[in-house]
């Protein structure tokens, strides 16, 4: 059984604080599929287009017939716990420092037989479970036995909280409080459990409707941030960095201009100046912070969420400097995420489609709302993945891309405004 | 002759007789900007961005990038910044007239005003009433209206917006046309974002001050401070733009030589 979080004791500020260490983080280039598939939240396993034989450990080859035509194919993860063990004893650095740690071994009804880290919450062996990946500390996808019905507490199992980034006790940064979206990071995150939000706000003497109200709520803390201003985000980090456990960038500068429809460069230069240097100036300054709390006790930094846009897949003509402005972002939120790997802290980017917002004023719907942008959010932390599409432009784009990513170019084409 | 003037001048500098007054905002990231609806373009506010400290980026020396707009701190409007002024010739920051930025100022007292009511607009009349007192405002002289809105140093008070948008105190249309027409000022002085009131875009014509103003070649100041240092007459300011080619303006150190 797992009992409700409590929330931890205050850190004795004499201490010091343990570095971070990994799990075992080497897999081969088939094994991958398995961290590519658990970084959407997905289950997927290796089947065999030839014979139809599903197969883990993932390899080159089918084990069955040694045909190379391996697909990975979603799963629904149900099966039976055959074996388990609790491991008390390791020479593993990361695994000794959190032991004991339980571990089983399921015999999927699809097939093969797999080994998990055992959910608290399973019945001994024998018993039902439901697999589902996770990535673990090191950003690798591995293998979660789950009871089969949802049970209370289940988000705060001892080790799957290792693998996830739940916002519970937690103390938050959301980069912006002016916007919708942010203001509804903000209650979202209050909603799932986090202790203390900071909140930034650019430019305050410009009145910004239910900025106010956010700042009522008392877990909040209006703070003067703004990505544009490096002295501004030197100042805060130095004050708040080493206390913040998640940061939510959610500042974002939007127009709706493609190449031909507006003179120079200034439009563009702003989408680039905030959604991309601001990202680079965020990760100068708090990156470091974040990174030498990476194992900071129950509560420690665990993830970095970027806002970005299903147009940095690829470019959406209509919006055409915006999706350039998040396609870069997109490439630094994936340095910042091997930069920010050695600290297990999981980089989360978040690729809405259309939000319902002014500057999508003249797209017709469906929009995302921002409260389901929040939850969305919210749920990527409890989860720990690493990429979200939310909503439903964005899961079609997501599928148009990864089916051929220059089709999808194509169709877009015809969409120039 | 000249040669003379100068040397009492240094003398008289020198001495402490004449004072310098800064008349400049500090350029930080922490001075606003003024701000247009999001769909128009925008002036830049200052940014720093170090290039080195002492590190391996530069081991001896210290040195920075800054980026701004033209219109960013204390600046200077050249006749060009608006339409009205936009086929003029010298009108830009490269080719105003030198001579022009050296001059007399005359400094009207409207804090008292301006204390009492943000959107307070300048008046013929209440520049006739400064005359009365301290005489005719001379040809080719600067007129800078003191609201000691500088001493609002917290930014949302110095921007002071509301649902309406912006509240500050600036010239009235009439008053431009007599400054310019009947009292041939070189140009007008203000201490918020802008020379014309924060609710200038609602006189006719839009932001009188600039339309006017520039339309005659003449120029604008912005975002003053320390008016109050100035007497209502007998002090000289300089206020040079960078040369800045077909630039419409420039952020300025601007100063005043004031008698102790």
């Known amino acids: 059984m797992t009992g409700p979080l409590t929330r931890p004791k205050r850190k004795n500020p004499v201490l010091r604080t343990r570095l971070p260490l990994l799990p075992p983080w080497q897999r081969s280039r088939a094994a991958l599929g398995l961290t590519a598939c658990a970084a959407l939240g997905r289950f997927e396993l290796q089947t065999c287009r030839a014979c139809g034989a599903v197969q883990y450990p993932p390899r080159e080859a089918c084990h069955s017939c040694l045909s190379g035509e391996l697909e990975w194919r979603l799963q629904d993860g149900a099966g039976e716990l055959i074996a388990e063990t609790t491991i008390h004893h390791s020479n593993d650095s990361f695994f000794r420092e959190r032991l004991p740690w339980r571990l089983g071994m399921v015999r999927l009804d699809a097939g093969p037989t797999v080994v998990v880290h055992l959910h608290g919450a399973c019945a001994p062996a024998p018993s039902r479970v439901r697999v589902n990946t996770r990535l673990d500390k090191a950003g690798q996808g591995v293998l979660v036995a789950f009871p089969p019905e949802e049970v209370q507490n289940m988000a705060n199992d001892k080790q799957l909280r290792e693998m996830t980034c739940d916002p519970r006790f937690r103390k938050v940064l959301v980069t912006d409080g002016k916007t919708a979206v942010g203001q509804s990071l903000v209650r979202a995150v209050i909603g799932a459990g986090a202790d203390l939000v900071w909140v930034g706000f650019a430019e305050p003497w410009k009145k910004f409707p239910g900025l106010q109200e956010i700042a009522a709520l008392p877990q909040v803390t209006l703070i003067p941030l703004d990505v544009t201003d490096s002295k501004s985000i030197r100042t805060q980090a130095g004050e708040i960095g080493g206390r913040v456990d998640i940061l939510i960038n959610n500042a974002e500068v939007h127009r709706t201009h493609g190449i031909a429809s507006r003179a120079g460069i200034e439009a563009a230069r702003a989408e680039m100046d905030v959604n991309y240097f601001g990202l680079l100036r965020l990760a100068q300054e708090f990156g470091p912070a974040l990174k030498s709390r990476g194992a900071d006790g129950q509560s420690s930094a665990t993830a970095w969420v970027n806002l970005l846009s299903v147009y940095a897949l690829s470019n959406f003509p209509a919006h055409g400097t915006f999706s350039a402005s998040k396609a870069a972002a997109l490439s630094l939120a994936q340095c910042l995420r091997a930069e920010m790997r050695p600290a297990g802290i999981r980089v989360i980017n978040v690729f809405p489609g259309p939000i319902d917002d002014e500057w ?58 | 002759m000249a040669a003379n003037t100068l040397n009492l001048l240094v003398a008289d500098l020198l001495s402490g007789r004449i004072r310098i007054v800064d008349l400049t905002q500090t350029l930080s990231s922490d ?230």
């Not at chain 2, 209440?126 to 917290?154: A, F, Y």
Request: hydrophobic letters at 35%; one cysteine or more; glycine letters at 10%.
């Open chain 1, 360 to 417: 999508n004023q003249a797209l017709p719907p469906p929009k995302l709302g921002a409260q389901a942008l929040a939850r969305a959010v919210v749920a990527a932390l409890q989860d720990g993945v690493e990429d979200v599409y939310p909503g439903d432009v964005a899961q079609e784009w997501l599928e148009r891309f990864r089916e051929n990513p220059k089709v999808l170019e194509r169709e877009l084409a015809g969409m120039a405004g």
């Open chain 2, 31 to 260: 001075f606003p900007q003024i701000a247009l609806p999001p769909e128009f373009g925008q002036c830049w506010p200052f940014r720093l961005e170090e290039i080195s400290r002492y590190d391996d980026r530069g081991p001896a020396w210290y040195w920075n990038n800054f980026s701004c707009g033209e219109h960013t701190g204390t600046h200077f409007d050249a006749p060009i910044h608006w339409i009205s002024g936009r086929d003029l010739p010298n009108n830009s920051t490269d080719t105003v007239p030198v001579q022009h930025l050296l001059g007399a100022a005359c400094v009207i007292d409207c804090s008292r005003e301006a204390g009492a009511d943000a959107d307070y607009l300048l008046t013929v009349d209440r520049v006739r009433q400064w005359e009365s007192v301290h005489g005719r405002i001379p040809p080719r002289s600067w007129v800078l209206m003191r609201t000691d809105w500088s001493k609002r140093t917290d930014p949302v008070l110095y921007q002071n917006y509301d649902e309406t948008g912006q509240h500050t105190p600036g010239p009235a249309a009439e008053v431009v046309r007599f400054l310019v027409d009947d009292r041939d000022v070189v140009g007008f002085g203000t201490e918020a974002i802008g020379t014309d009131a924060g609710q200038g875009y609602h006189l006719k014509p839009p932001y009188p001050c600039h339309y006017f103003m520039h339309g005659a070649g003449r120029y604008g100041l912005q975002c003053l401070t320390n008016l109050d240092q100035l007497p209502p007459t007998g002090s000289v300011i300089f206020c040079p733009p960078l040369k800045i080619k077909h630039g419409s303006g420039s952020p300025i150190r601007a100063l005043a030589l004031v008698p102790a």
